[in-house]
């Protein structure tokens, strides 16, 4: 079953009509998007001119109220400006509720303020699609992550693993400069939160992060290590000057 996705703004005339159009040209076939507005007024034209620069399908596209969508079941509603964020409590039931803030682009001339407002969109799409897709499954809850990363020992564990894909026990020490029980204890908790997992290679125990890792933890640990490259310089260091594998 496809899930529901509705875009809301004020107007429903340029936001909400530029994110419908886009989120359904990119979602394949695991969501439907559909917007409205709490003050619905005219599709602005320029909507138009820049969808079809992109390629997009707009036949469809025509403004929408609210109201008529007030009975119906939505698995998420994004709102793009803070007057329809502040009316989304008509959708209380939606299993999820996003703000997404984007400037109105209608008072401005020209089409470069709708463009740069579909660029922004197809950029918060992407990351959407990416961590909310059908093969994304929520395993493991936020604050288990944040607790984990919290501890600076397992915090680099798993920027290790970010970069080095599998290691030892062995490997692991050398590079953290710690006793061996104290990494197998720290590992152990990762691999029975759902962290991380294990494989036996002859006398190696190699440790890796979980192939079912939700995708939104994975962008989040890529995040963290490219946002602060210098994290493990130390450990990498130790890593190579022991000799990775020996």
């Known amino acids: 079953m496809k899930k529901r996705v509705l875009f809301l703004c004020t107007g429903n005339s340029a936001r909400s009509q530029l994110a419908e159009a886009l989120f359904n040209h990119m979602c394949g076939s695991d969501f439907e998007a559909m917007s409205a507005g709490v003050h619905p007024s005219e599709v602005d034209s320029r909507v138009f001119d820049i969808l079809q620069e992109d390629g997009v399908d ?3 596209l025509q403004s929408k109220s609210s109201e008529n969508y007030s009975a119906e079941h939505f698995d998420f509603v994004i709102t793009l400006c803070d007057n329809a964020k502040d009316e989304c409590v008509v959708f209380e039931d939606a299993d999820a509720q996003i703000h997404w803030d984007f ?13 740069t407002v579909a660029e922004g969109l197809k950029d918060r799409i ?15 809850v936020p604050t288990a992550l944040f607790k ?4 600076p020992l397992r915090l680099k564990i798993l ?7 599998s290691l030892t026990v062995s490997e692991l020490t050398k590079a953290l ?4 029980p104290k990494v197998s204890r720290h590992l152990a908790l990762l691999r029975d939160g759902g962290f991380l997992q294990d494989k036996r290679d002859g006398l190696w125990i190699f440790y890796r992060l979980a192939d079912n890792l939700p995708a ?12 602060n490259p210098a994290i493990i310089n130390r450990e990498k260091l130790n890593l190579k000057l022991a000799g990775k594998g020996k």
């Open 148 to 151: 984990v990363m919290s501890d």
């Open 177 to 180: 400069e710690v006793s061996q």
């Open 216 to 227: 939104w933890i994975r962008h989040t640990l890529e995040t963290v290590r490219n946002g």
């Open 126 to 140: 992407a990351l959407f699609l990416l961590l909310n897709g059908h093969d994304a499954e929520n395993t493991v």
């Open 58 to 60: 707009s036949t469809s």
């Open 103 to 115: 400037f109105d682009p209608k008072p401005l001339e020209g089409l470069k303020p709708f463009r």
């Open 159 to 165: 920027m290790l693993l970010e970069d080095e894909h």
